[in-house]
Nanobody
Framework: QVQLVESGGGLVQAGGSLRLSCAAS????????MGWYRQAPGKQRELVAT???????NYADSVKGRFTISRDGAKNTVYLQMNGLKPEDTAVYYC??????????WGQGTQVTVSS
């Protein structure tokens, strides 16, 4: 089992920045890809960014150039640095981890609200 705990959400004005953190615990040795997804009210959950164990990254087009995903293997933690935030970035952000490329774990989510 893997547990994921997110932190760092909050309220920020448009153009501002936030940094999300997701700490993994439990059976972390099998974790390969970690990532961030988000879900806005009335919308489906969507990919924001992912990072592999060898730090290959992938971003949604809507966040490219503004968000940066990174990973600290020693701390089993993944980060999402969000700059140039827009009101349309408002959502609950979820951390996701895959174990041995098969089992998927989700965090509880952290709210990000961007005011105009």
């Amino acid at each position: 089992q893997v547990q994921l705990v997110e932190s760092g959400g909050g309220l920020v004005q448009a153009g501002g920045s936030l940094r999300l953190s997701c700490a993994a615990s439990g059976n972390v040795i099998g974790i390969n890809t970690m990532g961030w997804y988000r879900q806005a009210p009335g919308k489906q959950r969507e990919l924001v960014a992912t990072i592999s164990k060898v730090e290959n990254t992938n971003y949604a087009d809507s966040v490219k150039g503004r968000f940066t995903i990174s990973r600290d293997g020693a701390k089993n933690t993944v980060y999402l640095q969000m700059n140039g935030l827009k009101p349309e970035d408002t959502a609950v952000y979820y951390c996701r981890a895959t174990e041995f490329g098969v089992r998927v774990y989700w965090g509880q989510g952290t709210q990000v609200t961007v005011s105009s």
